[in-house]
């Protein structure tokens, strides 16, 4: 089963406005990242935070991560269309050595 | 600095067959990580390969299996082709040691089997 979960499975919204993407995990992690990835295309590198971090900014995104909830959320600020996209955490538990795994994603779609 | 190459970008094949998929990572990048994504199982990983040596498997039965070359290059292939290895198969690679951040992806191939 996938190491992570998101929610909400889909979410639509209007330009403009901020979207927020939660995703849950199971086991001790060193690393949470997220991904975005544009319909049947390959996914892209958001932002890294590491289990001793709480909080990350990248230009209009914020991450945080709650170890002792095992959660983390994706906050993306002043969306606009092109941010329409499937959106993914990706886990690195402590012992798992070199992969990634992901949670199910969120359907983000921002309407104009 | 060019990206992820994939190849092909589509594959149609027959149950029974075998196919091979071919990545191309980022120039100097040394890590390469395959993954299969459907829409039931989401994203798995498959295996990942370092200075041509694989360093981590996933659970994928035997009928999958992959390789790397001297510059980084690698394939991945799957024999006795089943309905349910339709997928897109995504290639990844990453510069640093352990792959596990940052992964650089290709637009994967996408695999069809009738």
């Known amino acids: 089963s996938q190491q992570g979960e998101e929610d909400p499975q889909a979410l639509s919204i209007q330009e403009g406005e901020n979207a927020t993407m939660n995703c849950s995990y199971k086991t001790s992690i060193n690393n949470l990242q997220w991904y975005r990835q544009n319909s049947g295309r390959g996914l892209v590198h958001l932002i890294l935070i590491r289990s001793n971090e709480r909080e990350k900014h990248s230009g209009r995104l914020r991450v945080t991560l709650d170890t002792s909830k095992k959660s983390s959320s994706l906050l993306i600020t002043a969306s606009r269309a092109a941010d329409t996209a499937s959106y993914f955490c990706a886990t690195d538990k402590e012992t798992s050595g070199s992969r990634l795994t992901f949670g199910e994603g969120t359907q983000l779609t921002v309407n104009p | 600095k060019a990206g992820v190459t994939q190849t092909p970008r589509y594959l149609i094949k027959t149950r029974g067959q075998q196919v091979t998929l071919s990545c191309s990572p980022i120039s100097g990048h040394r890590s390469v990580s395959w993954y299969q994504q459907t829409p039931g199982q989401g994203l798995q990983f498959l295996f990942e390969y370092f200075s041509e040596t694989q360093r981590n498997k996933g659970n994928f039965p035997g009928r999958f299996s992959g390789r790397q070359f001297s510059n980084s290059r690698s394939e991945m292939n799957v024999s006795t082709l089943e309905l349910g290895d339709s997928a897109l198969y995504l290639c990844?690679?990453?510069?640093?040691?352990?792959?596990?951040?940052?992964?650089?992806f290709g637009s994967g191939t996408q695999l069809s089997v009738l």
């Open positions: 990844a690679s990453s510069s640093r040691q352990p792959t596990n951040e940052k992964l650089f």
